[in-house]
Each structure stands twice: as C-alpha cells, then as structure tokens.
C-alpha cells in the first residue's frame, strides 16, 4: 500500500499529437494541487521545454475560461532528444533545479515511454494520462480527445452524405489513427459507413468492389468508405484508385486530416479530462508513481506505465461484427 506522502511541488506537462480536453485536464490539475496545497509548475512545449526549463507558475486564476478551448496552452512538441540518455539526463537535472517533486505527462505512448525513462533513472514521482485522439492506449476505456476527435469527423460525414446520395458518387473519407482503427471503428458505426478499412483486418480490395457493387444494385444512392489513416492498403488514395481501377465509377477522397484534433472538446471530454485530472493528483500525494491514470468501466484504474506501453488495447470485436450486418 502507498503510504500519504508531502509532495509540496508538481509539475505539468502536455506532449505529443495535443488532444482536444488537454485544458480541462490542466486546469483539474491546477485547481486540485490548490486545494490540497501543492504548488503547480507548467512546463511549456512538453519534453522540449522541460530541457529547456521552460515553466510557468501555474494558480487557480491561471486555468480560468480554459475549459472549452481546444488544442493545450501550455503549448506540445515531439522531442527526439527525450530518447536519449543525455536528454533524460537534462531533463531530471531539470526537474531538480525547479525543485519539482511530482511531474505528470498528458499524451500518448511516446509521452509514456519518456515518461518510463524518466522514472527508471530518478527518483521523481510520475504519472501519466491518456491523452490521443488515436484511442490507443492500454489500460483506458477513452483517452481525452477521442469522443471530440469522432464526433468532429462524424459532423463532417454527415454533410459528405449528403452530397454523396445527391451525385450517387462513392466517397473515401480519410479519418486520423497512424497505427490503430478506433477512431475509423467509431466513426464508420456512428456514420453509417458501407465499410470500414483499418489496420486491424486486412483490406481486400475486390470483396470491397463486390460489397459496393452490390449495394448500389440494391438501391443504395451512396456509399460511404471509412479508412483509418493508417491501414495496410497504402493509404485511402491508392485504395480508391484500385477500386476505380476494377469499378470504374466516379469517386472522391476527402482526407479529414488536423480539423479533427482542433475544437472546443465535447462535455465527456472535459468531464473525463477534469477526473483524470484530479486524480492524478491524488495518485502522487498517495505516494505512488510509475502509472497511468486511467478509466476503464466508469472507474478511475492505474496502469503501469510499462504495461500502457507493452500491451495491445484490444479494439471491440462486437462493433466489427455489427459493422458487417449494419452496412447491408
Ligand atoms: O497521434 C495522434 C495523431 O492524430 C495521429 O493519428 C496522426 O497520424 C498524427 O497525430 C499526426 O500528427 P502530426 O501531424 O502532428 O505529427
């Protein structure tokens, strides 16, 4: 068991791809180190500010009117250096200078892998949470920006569908997720898409010409192709030339792209942001480190971190087999 410990200092930070809840995050974090007398330091820019001991006193007047604003104010950066030995390095000596006892990382698995490192070699407490539109982290039901990220994609397929039933035209909508399907899973179902195209399952090329063919000679005026950025098939232009290729039907590719990580995050994402938030908080003056915070079921859970970044979160099996009954 943890025993209650005196953290007195904690600091902050958001790195990675940012996250739409990344605020609402922060200003828990502000506002129940406040309350429990910690003092809370923000690190600009992620990793690559913390090695360049780029901080910010942060008070509960500091978070105010936040909560709905997209994107992170401490600002995020990809940091090559944080992979290496020097760099974490810098960044304990760092985090010693500014006499910081606790530190917590907002991202996703490259934020829990620096993160790891930074544990292995210090005696900072640290905990993690997850925060991706991807979805891709062991150990949480949700990341924040993931319910903002499908909803955003899911307003902008319900107006191509529009113009997709008027011209009967296919369309290859191009949604985020460079390794996994959960954004492409969610938003397909939700969008009610004839397929869905994710790194999970293997994309095969005529079954999805027959599946098309034949729902245009049962009536259908549309059809709706969800891809994950990064399925196997090469990418969503190269699948539909391949279609046209065998079809030849006249087709567009719309790629989502950025506007998905952008926008004020939806209320679960702040709801979720705010109690990750205030537990991570919690979780280091209890002494422990080493964690992800997460939810899984409506219960906040720790995850080791090593296991967060080990282990394969496990897309929902149901929703692909509803998918295929759905989508005839
Ligand atoms: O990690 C989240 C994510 O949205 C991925 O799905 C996407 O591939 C990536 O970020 C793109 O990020 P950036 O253009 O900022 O490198």
Redesign the pocket.
């Given at each position: 068991m943890a025993k209650k410990n005196s953290i007195k200092r904690i600091a902050v930070l958001t790195s990675?791809?940012d996250a739409p809840g990344m605020n609402a995050c922060i200003r828990a974090i502000v506002r129940r180190g406040a309350a429990c007398k910690c003092g809370i330091v923000g690190v600009r820019r992620g990793y690559a500010g913390l090695l360049e001991r780029d901080t910010v006193i942060l008070d509960p007047r500091t978070v105010a009117n936040i909560i709905q604003r997209g994107g992170t104010f401490l600002e995020t950066a990809?940091c090559e250096e944080m992979k290496t030995a020097e760099g974490i390095k810098k960044a304990i000596w760092n985090l010693h200078q500014e006499n910081i006892e606790g530190l917590i990382t907002i991202g996703?698995d490259g934020t829990f892998r620096g993160a790891m490192a930074l544990v292995d070699a210090s005696d900072i407490q640290l905990i993690g949470i997850p925060g991706?539109?991807?979805n891709d982290i062991y150990g949480t039901d949700y990341a924040i920006g993931f319910d903002t990220a499908i909803n955003t994609a899911l307003n902008a397929i319900d107006k191509i569908r529009d113009t997709a039933g008027s011209l009967q035209r296919p369309f290859f909508i191009e949604v985020?997720?460079?390794d996994r399907g959960f954004i492409a899973l969610d938003v397909g179902i939700a969008g009610g898409a004839d397929s869905i195209l994710i790194p999970e399952t293997k994309t095969k090329i005529e079954e999805l010409c027959s599946n098309m063919e034949r729902n245009f000679r049962k009536g259908k005026r549309s059809c709706i192709v969800v891809v994950a950025?990064g399925d196997e098939a090469g990418g969503v232009f190269a699948i539909a030339q391949q279609v046209w290729e065998r079809l030849k039907r006249d087709y567009r590719v719309c790629v989502l792209g950025?506007i998905q990580?952008g926008g004020s995050p939806t209320a679960r994402d702040r709801i979720l942001a705010s109690k990750l938030g205030a537990a991570a908080v919690d979780a280091l003056i209890e002494g422990k480190s080493g964690y992800m915070i997460g939810e899984l079921n409506g219960e906040i859970a720790l995850t080791p971190l090593k296991e967060t970044c080990e282990r394969k979160k496990e897309l929902d099996n149901n929703l692909l087999q509803l998918m295929a009954v759905l989508a005839t």
């Open positions: 990675g791809g990809r996703g991706t539109i991807d985020m997720g460079k950025e950025h990580r």
